[in-house]
């Protein structure tokens, strides 16, 4: 058997694969709140306290001598301008809320532990559903797959085209 005849070709009548693990975010797009240059360390958020030590932010007790200044999330939360929406819509959410609820909550707080800059800006209500809003375009995509495992439904991610940003959308009628 030739070495073509192996590989697998794809099925012209297969449906489009809407999981975002398939999803392909052009890493060339550059999120403008992120530092053009490094940070000069030692540095603390002076909003939620998050240190800049050893090229990254994490959660650690500010070393001395260490200089204020605003990090990328805390500066998307003052303007307002999020990278990440996640929509959760339809009957099953409106009748499970609380719970669904409860689960976004839970991830966000697990993402939040190891990367401080991921976190949920706010959640909107609306009479067919929540809009999460997040700082960073991982973490929508990140609940979005939970809420997937844990409930099924429907799970639709877009990149922006010419901006940082993802939308995503979960869906169970």
């Not at 297969?14 to 240059?37: I, L, M, N, T």
């Not at 976004?104 to 706010?122: C, F, Q, S, T, Y």
């Amino acid at each position: 058997m030739s070495e073509a005849a192996r590989i697998p070709q794809p099925d012209p009548t297969a449906r489009r694969c809407r999981s975002p693990r398939r999803a392909v975010f052009d890493e060339k797009k550059h999120d403008p709140y992120q530092a053009a240059g490094k940070v000069r360390e030692p540095a603390v958020c002076e909003d939620c306290r998050a240190a800049y030590h050893r090229g990254h932010w994490q959660w650690a007790p500010a070393e001395p001598g260490a200089h204020p200044v605003v990090c990328p999330a805390c500066r998307r939360i003052r303007e307002k301008l999020p990278a990440g929406t996640l929509a959760i819509e339809g009957p099953f959410f409106l009748a499970h809320r609380d719970e669904i609820l409860h689960l976004v909550r839970n991830e966000a707080d697990h993402e939040r532990k190891e990367h401080p800059l991921n976190r949920i800006m706010g959640i909107e209500d609306g009479p067919t559903g929540s809009v999460v809003t997040t700082t960073d375009i991982h973490l929508p995509q990140r609940i979005g797959r939970a809420l997937e495992r844990a409930y099924d439904g429907e799970l639709d991610v877009r990149y922006g085209e010419d901006e940082y940003v993802v939308r995503v959308r979960w869906h169970r009628g």
